[in-house]
């Protein structure tokens, strides 16, 4: 008991044992413990003072005198993309300043035949001054206001896109003009889109390029001039500026292809040659009888004029895309010109199909007006379209009505199916598989 109670509060410790040295040698390793001392651990100072700063070949110095402790050597990437953005700054820069003077150079060649031509031009409007005025005294006043908004006339819509806008002639209810130059501000857009057009001949190779578009009145003055001084004028002629429907065109051959793949009202037309145009364009028309009466010297010799630069000359009464409804089919006569800038900027070769797309309605209300058989010729290829949109429009209906049909046919079957029991809903699935086993057998019978 006494040994016991020894043991239990530390009281008589046994004698220690001596180990064997002479016992197994294949422990002889672990005869002896190992060392319960502790390593010492020596404390690592972070205060200034408590370690020696090491040395370094940059001495410490002021905080702004940077250059001493650092080289223009450790900022190579930065140096890098610095340059490319100045890079890329600097020509978005000249391309847009490019541009904007290439556009400016436009409207200067072409304000005076403007001007000329329209009583009003750009997109200002008729400043309220001049309401009082009618007659000569107003055709004076505008002109004089024409005169005086100099580049004002040209209106930037982005970086490559320019328009104008100009209004009030006889025959002739606006005309709209477009400006569609190459993107320089984006060499990289640029190259990319001259690529893409070189391999694939569906994508045109940007150029810049005019686009001009002008709706005639067809007697409709009273629907579109507004009550202002010297209206009432221009309502007396209504019946005076009218001319029969038709498609025609001067086209350059290059083009030829895409222009009727691109527009509708084109592709109604037969192309053929005419010995009095220059060997670049052909005509595309409706009727020969139609291209003896437009294909007039002074056009021959506007186009002869502008070279290989013009694109095409269209007069029309159809859709630029195809039809999807009847209703889209409804004439609506337009005269468009397209042509691209030179690279010179001399616009003086250009300026006569100018001034002959301008006038062309005062030509085509005096001679447009074939006789019965050519416009029933006319009539005949656009009614064999229509036609075809009633067909498509018809079938497009009844595949919605038998699609309807059917969604209702089903769910009255769910219906009826959901309320059956499990006897009866096997029934009914059976017999419906028997249903299209036959009609499945009576079709390949039919086919074969």
Same mark, same amino acid.
């Given at each position: 008991?006494?040994?016991?109670?020894?043991?239990?509060?530390?009281?008589?410790?046994?004698?220690?044992?001596?180990?064997?040295?002479?016992?197994?040698?294949?422990? +002889?390793?672990?005869?002896?413990?190992?060392?319960?001392?502790?390593?010492?651990?020596?404390? $690592?100072?972070?205060?200034?003072?408590?370690?020696? +700063?090491?040395?370094?070949?940059?001495?410490?110095? &002021?905080?702004?005198?940077?250059?001493?402790?650092?080289?223009? %050597?450790?900022?190579?990437?930065?140096?890098?993309?610095?340059?490319?953005?100045?890079? =890329?700054?600097?020509?978005?820069?000249?391309?847009?300043?490019?541009?904007?003077?290439?556009?400016?150079?436009?409207? !200067?060649?072409?304000?005076?035949?403007?001007?000329?031509?329209?009583?009003?031009?750009?997109?200002?409007?008729?400043?309220?001054?001049? %309401?009082?005025?009618?007659?000569?005294?107003?055709?004076?006043?505008?002109?004089?206001?024409?005169?005086?908004?100099?580049?004002?006339?040209?209106?930037?819509?982005?970086?490559?896109?320019?328009?104008?806008?100009?209004?009030?002639?006889?025959?002739?209810?606006?005309?709209?003009?477009?400006?569609?130059?190459?993107? !320089?501000?984006?060499?990289?857009?640029?190259?990319?889109?001259?690529?893409?057009?070189?391999?694939?001949?569906?994508?045109?190779?940007?150029?810049?390029?005019?686009?001009?578009?002008?709706?005639?009145? *067809?007697?409709?003055?009273?629907?579109?001039?507004?009550?202002?001084?010297?209206?009432?004028?221009? @309502?007396?002629?209504?019946?005076?500026?009218?001319?029969?429907?038709? $498609?025609?065109?001067?086209?350059?051959?290059?083009?030829?292809?895409?222009?009727?793949?691109? !527009?509708?009202?084109?592709?109604?037309?037969?192309?053929?040659?005419?010995?009095?145009?220059?060997?670049?364009?052909? $005509?595309?028309?409706?009727? +020969?009888?139609?291209?003896?009466?437009?294909?007039?010297?002074?056009?021959?010799?506007?186009?002869?004029?502008?070279? *290989?630069?013009?694109?095409?000359?269209?007069?029309?009464?159809?859709?630029?895309? &195809?039809?999807?409804? =009847?209703?889209?089919?409804?004439?609506?006569? !337009?005269?468009?010109?397209?042509?691209?800038?030179?690279? *010179?900027?001399?616009?003086?070769?250009?300026?006569?199909?100018?001034?002959?797309?301008?006038?062309?309605?005062?030509?085509?209300?005096?001679?447009?007006?074939?006789?019965?058989?050519?416009?029933?010729?006319?009539?005949?290829?656009?009614?064999?379209?229509?036609?075809?949109?009633?067909?498509? %429009?018809?079938?497009?209906?009844?595949?919605?009505?038998?699609?309807?049909?059917?969604?209702?046919?089903?769910?009255? @079957?769910?219906?009826?199916?959901?309320?059956?029991?499990?006897?009866?809903?096997?029934?009914?699935?059976?017999?419906?598989?028997? @249903?299209?086993?036959?009609?499945?057998?009576?079709?390949?019978?039919?086919?074969?």
């Amino acid at each position: 008991m006494a040994n016991v109670i020894n043991n239990l509060f530390g009281g008589a410790k046994p004698a220690s044992v001596i180990p064997d040295k002479a016992g197994d040698s294949d422990f +002889a390793d672990f005869a002896e413990g190992a060392d319960p001392s502790p390593i010492p651990i020596v404390p $690592v100072t972070t205060t200034l003072a408590g370690a020696q +700063a090491a040395k370094t070949a940059v001495p410490y110095t &002021k905080w702004y005198n940077v250059h001493e402790r650092h080289s223009l %050597s450790e900022f190579k990437t930065e140096g890098f993309i610095l340059a490319a953005i100045t890079v =890329v700054l600097v020509l978005h820069l000249f391309g847009a300043r490019l541009n904007r003077s290439k556009a400016k150079k436009w409207i !200067r060649a072409h304000a005076s035949t403007l001007g000329s031509e329209f009583a009003l031009v750009g997109f200002s409007g008729v400043p309220r001054a001049l %309401s009082d005025k009618s007659g000569d005294d107003l055709t004076q006043a505008l002109a004089d206001i024409n005169s005086q908004k100099g580049d004002a006339i040209l209106k930037e819509k982005s970086l490559f896109e320019f328009a104008t806008y100009a209004t009030g002639r006889v025959n002739v209810a606006f005309v709209d003009v477009k400006l569609t130059l190459v993107k !320089r501000f984006n060499p990289f857009i640029t190259l990319a889109e001259n690529v893409i057009g070189f391999f694939w001949d569906s994508y045109a190779q940007p150029t810049d390029s005019v686009e001009a578009t002008l709706y005639p009145f *067809d007697g409709k003055e009273a629907l579109t001039v507004p009550a202002m001084p010297g209206a009432a004028e221009l @309502r007396q002629s209504d019946k005076k500026s009218t001319f029969d429907g038709f $498609v025609w065109a001067i086209v350059h051959k290059e083009s030829m292809k895409q222009v009727r793949d691109e !527009r509708y009202d084109v592709s109604l037309t037969y192309t053929k040659d005419n010995n009095k145009l220059p060997q670049w364009l052909t $005509v595309m028309s409706e009727s +020969a009888e139609i291209t003896d009466a437009l294909l007039t010297p002074e056009l021959i010799k506007a186009a002869e004029s502008a070279g *290989d630069l013009l694109e095409y000359l269209i007069v029309s009464d159809q859709p630029i895309d &195809k039809p999807k409804t =009847v209703e889209e089919t409804n004439p609506r006569k !337009r005269i468009f010109l397209k042509y691209r800038l030179p690279s *010179d900027n001399n616009y003086e070769p250009l300026l006569p199909i100018f001034q002959y797309f301008l006038r062309m309605t005062d030509q085509l209300v005096q001679v447009a007006h074939f006789r019965p058989e050519v416009l029933r010729k006319v009539k005949s290829v656009r009614d064999e379209m229509i036609k075809g949109i009633k067909k498509a %429009s018809e079938q497009e209906k009844a595949e919605e009505l038998a699609a309807e049909r059917e969604k209702q046919r089903k769910a009255k @079957r769910d219906a009826e199916l959901a309320a059956m029991d499990a006897k009866a809903q096997k029934k009914f699935l059976e017999k419906e598989r028997e @249903r299209e086993a036959k009609r499945a057998t009576k079709k390949m019978t039919t086919r074969a």
